[in-house]
């Protein structure tokens, strides 16, 4: 079968390798689609810690072909998603709920082989069951849906909130629709792109900032900018230190500011401890997805969370490689790798 390998920092290539066999608690998956994370560029540049040479993916989701011995509640041709992110269960952390912070933590696509490939063998424990009549490649947003809903649970929302979503990528766009479910009334996207903002108002955003207008602080905060004095949440969804930065300034005394987004390893960012004291702001880091696949799975089969017009673009095994190893291109939210193409 095909599957792209990370060999190194730097070294990303499509090969022929051995088709896996499922374990006694294992299933192995045909992929249907799997979809390209910023988290995998950050692999190739070496900027993220990983175990090579391993074959990335950590967005997937397929049909069941083998099933092992032990393993129940699942068949052959059955649909799933696969949550990438594996906890020992044992250590003081899993014991506590805490999951995403195991000190065993190993995750399928970083740790050990994952959905870039034509299939992928997973633990039973991490799949969960899909529509047989979901779009394949819908399964695929499962993963980084996960990721938005934990940040939302710790922005602690309310019904009627202010909201600001720094960031007009897939965890930007997602995170606006996870904003309208719960209850804000108001939700500013913020991104250079204009068919990026164009998109978060088809999608729920109730009005687009251009950082290229003027200074954002002051068109969203400021005495004349659309919500003066700062909102109740900012959700930093671009991973950018200019982003967080503007996280602590847009959000109103007494809010809470949420990173979400995944910066380089090693990156610094300046901020002044003062202010956030004097307004007793929340700044709060959202890591992973605990407990909350089997939440995203069902919201993608319900249609609730519109994924088709996030998708960018298709490509093949072959062809995946280069696209990791290029920024986004202008205008892209969502780049799916389909086996097969």
Same mark, same amino acid.
């Given at each position: 079968?095909?599957?792209?390998?990370?060999?190194?920092?730097?070294?990303?290539?499509?090969?022929?390798?051995?088709?896996?066999?499922?374990?006694?608690?294992?299933?192995? $998956?045909? +992929?249907?689609?799997? @979809? !390209?994370? &910023?988290?995998?560029?950050?692999?190739?540049?070496?900027?993220?810690?990983? %175990? =090579?040479?391993?074959?990335?993916?950590?967005?997937?989701?397929?049909?069941?072909?083998?099933?092992?011995?032990?393993?129940?509640?699942?068949?052959?041709?059955?649909?799933?998603?696969?949550?990438?992110?594996?906890?020992?269960?044992?250590?003081?952390?899993?014991?506590?709920?805490?999951?995403?912070?195991?000190?065993?933590?190993?995750?399928?696509?970083?740790?050990?082989?994952?959905?870039?490939?034509?299939?992928?063998?997973?633990?039973?424990?991490?799949?969960?069951?899909?529509?047989?009549?979901?779009?394949?490649?819908?399964?695929?947003?499962?993963?980084?849906?996960?990721?938005?809903?934990?940040?939302?649970?710790?922005?602690?929302?309310?019904?009627?909130?202010? $909201?600001? +979503?720094?960031?007009? @990528? !897939?965890? &930007?766009?997602?995170?606006?629709?996870?904003?309208?479910?719960?209850?804000? %009334? =108001?939700?500013?996207?913020?991104?250079?792109?204009?068919?990026?903002?164009?998109?978060?108002?088809?999608?729920?955003?109730?009005?687009?900032?251009?950082?290229?207008?003027?200074?954002?602080?002051?068109?969203?905060?400021?005495?004349?900018?659309?919500?003066?004095?700062?909102?109740?949440?900012?959700?930093?969804?671009?991973?950018?230190?200019?982003?967080?930065?503007?996280?602590?300034?847009?959000?109103?005394?007494?809010?809470?500011?949420?990173?979400?987004?995944?910066?380089?390893?090693?990156?610094?960012?300046?901020?002044?401890?003062?202010?956030?004291?004097?307004?007793?702001?929340?700044?709060?880091?959202?890591?992973?997805?605990?407990?909350?696949?089997?939440?995203?799975?069902?919201?993608?089969?319900? @249609?609730?969370?519109?994924?088709?017009?996030?998708?960018?673009?298709?490509?093949?095994?072959?062809?995946?490689?280069?696209?990791?190893?290029?920024?986004?291109?202008?205008?892209?939210?969502?780049?799916?790798?389909?086996?097969?193409?």
């Amino acid at each position: 079968m095909k599957a792209m390998r990370l060999e190194a920092t730097g070294q990303l290539f499509t090969r022929e390798v051995k088709k896996p066999e499922a374990g006694t608690d294992e299933l192995l $998956v045909r +992929v249907e689609a799997c @979809g !390209v994370c &910023g988290t995998d560029r950050h692999l190739f540049h070496g900027e993220f810690p990983c %175990t =090579t040479p391993v074959t990335l993916g950590h967005e997937f989701s397929g049909i069941i072909e083998q099933v092992g011995n032990a393993v129940s509640g699942f068949n052959v041709g059955d649909r799933v998603t696969g949550d990438p992110n594996i906890a020992c269960g044992r250590c003081s952390h899993c014991v506590n709920g805490r999951v995403n912070l195991c000190r065993n933590l190993t995750a399928i696509g970083i740790h050990r082989d994952g959905g870039f490939a034509d299939y992928v063998v997973i633990p039973h424990k991490q799949a969960f069951l899909l529509p047989a009549d979901l779009d394949p490649m819908h399964g695929a947003f499962c993963e980084p849906l996960a990721c938005c809903l934990h940040g939302i649970d710790l922005a602690g929302m309310k019904a009627g909130s202010s $909201v600001v +979503v720094l960031g007009g @990528g !897939v965890i &930007g766009l997602l995170t606006v629709q996870l904003a309208r479910l719960a209850g804000a %009334t =108001t939700v500013i996207l913020v991104t250079r792109q204009a068919s990026r903002r164009s998109l978060a108002e088809e999608l729920g955003a109730t009005a687009s900032v251009d950082p290229n207008a003027g200074d954002v602080i002051a068109q969203i905060a400021g005495e004349h900018g659309l919500i003066p004095g700062g909102v109740d949440v900012v959700l930093e969804c671009a991973g950018v230190a200019e982003t967080v930065v503007q996280a602590t300034k847009l959000v109103r005394p007494g809010g809470t500011a949420v990173i979400l987004g995944v910066m380089a390893q090693g990156e610094k960012v300046e901020i002044e401890p003062f202010d956030l004291l004097f307004r007793e702001v929340k700044l709060v880091t959202s890591f992973l997805n605990p407990f909350t696949h089997r939440r995203a799975a069902d919201l993608i089969a319900s @249609g609730r969370i519109e994924v088709e017009k996030l998708i960018s673009r298709k490509v093949s095994l072959d062809e995946a490689p280069e696209v990791v190893r290029q920024p986004p291109q202008p205008g892209e939210v969502k780049v799916l790798v389909v086996p097969g193409l």
